[in-house]
């Protein structure tokens, strides 16, 4: 009788509790890697974020850097694209600071107006809430905002509160998006080098995929953001609703939330046409809020971002809640690049991109460009 035709001996456990249990203790595994990455990753998150920050400046100056360079040096291109990048950004900080400063207590009064009504009609309207109701209503959403309010300060306070800390992640960020325009895939490639070889591809690939989803999706917020800001902003001046710039900077910073951060923008200027305007023009602001967010998810994401972020709108909102749990806004913003790519990295590593084939059938060779 061969091995084969011998009968099994069971030790009674079912297979399907066996390959269950040993697909537990393998997730629990890499949890556990990824929970030591993490820590290791927060011990010097100051020079982390200065990196990473580095990463997004440089994906959004290498397109501009490029079509410099084909009539300039590539330092020379650098600098320039970087002059023309940073003039941008602070432009943009100057609108909405000066709309800030210069309609900011008349947006304050009108949106404190309008919470007054909202106030009024949930006692008097179909709800009518009592008194008492109504008041722990509000006290848990200002308790709430407080809460996200100081744990946003103390992140802040935490990560600036060293002068030493501060210089070392100014020094990586400057030197970082220095030499991410300069030599992007010599950096890269010596890092792949440095892994056996029989890996070194399939990281490679992962890797270009991943900045690909990252260096998308940072050019395609910007993008998408300003066309957000300008279309509520056409949107409040033919409601005649007040306050339009200072209400369209807010959506333009909103939008760099995804998916919820623009709607939630435009709910204050609902709140403001509610005061000023009366509840009609607000619900067309409600209206316009569902117009501009169709438009942004259906045709501008799609169109501006194609294959950088390809994930569903409720794992969008996912990413970020986690996100804004682990780093508070900063985890937010950050949260839906890095998502994207470890979803593309997933489907490379799965056999289910259908641009990259898995595994690789060729070794890894360094690029030739600098």
């Known amino acids: 009788m061969t091995t084969r035709d011998q009968p099994q001996i069971s030790d009674g456990v079912p297979d399907t509790l066996k390959k269950a249990s040993g697909f537990t203790w393998r997730i629990l595994v890499l949890l556990a890697g990824f929970g030591v990455f993490v820590l290791a990753l927060n011990a010097i998150f100051p020079v982390v974020f200065a990196l990473f920050f580095a990463m997004l400046v440089a994906a959004w100056t290498q397109p501009v850097m490029n079509l410099f360079h084909r009539l300039l040096p590539k ?28 309609e900011g207590p008349k947006l304050l009064e009108s949106l404190t107006a309008g919470l007054n009504e909202i106030e009024k009609w949930l006692q008097n309207g179909p709800l009518n809430l009592s008194d008492e109701s109504l008041s722990n209503l509000l006290s848990q959403a200002q308790s709430w905002g407080e809460t996200a309010a100081k744990g946003i300060a103390v992140g802040l306070l935490d990560s600036l509160s060293s002068i030493g800390t501060l210089v070392i992640a100014g020094s990586v960020f400057l030197f970082g998006v220095i030499f991410f325009l300069l030599t992007p895939n010599r950096i890269w490639d010596w890092f792949v080098s440095w892994l056996p070889k029989e890996v070194a591809e399939s990281v490679n690939v992962s890797g270009r995929i991943a900045w690909g989803s990252i260096s998308g999706y940072t050019r395609g917020i910007v993008v998408i953001a300003f066309a957000d800001a300008v279309l509520v902003f056409i949107g409040l001046l033919i409601l005649q609703v007040p306050l339009a710039p200072a209400l369209a900077a807010v959506v333009f910073l909103g939008a760099f939330i995804p998916v919820i951060g623009a709607p939630i923008a435009t709910f204050f200027a609902a709140v403001v046409a509610l005061a000023e305007r009366g509840p009609l023009i607000a619900l067309l602001v409600v209206i316009l809020t569902v117009i501009v967010g ?44 890095i998502a994207g790519a470890v ?15 898995y595994p690789p059938t060729h070794p890894f060779i360094p690029s030739q460009s600098p």
Do not use: C, W
């Open 343 to 357: 979803y593309g990295v997933a489907k490379y590593l799965t056999g289910r991109d259908p641009e990259h084939s």
């Open 75 to 102: 330092v020379l291109s650098m600098l320039l694209a970087l002059l023309l990048i940073g003039s941008f950004i602070l432009g943009i900080l100057f609108i909405v600071i000066r709309s800030s400063v210069d």
């Open 294 to 337: 169709s438009f942004d998810g259906d045709v501008l994401q799609p169109l501006v971002m194609g294959k950088a972020v390809n994930l569903h709108p409720l794992a969008i909102i996912l990413a970020i809640a986690a996100g804004s749990i682990a780093l508070g806004i900063v985890g937010a913003l950050i949260a839906v690049p």
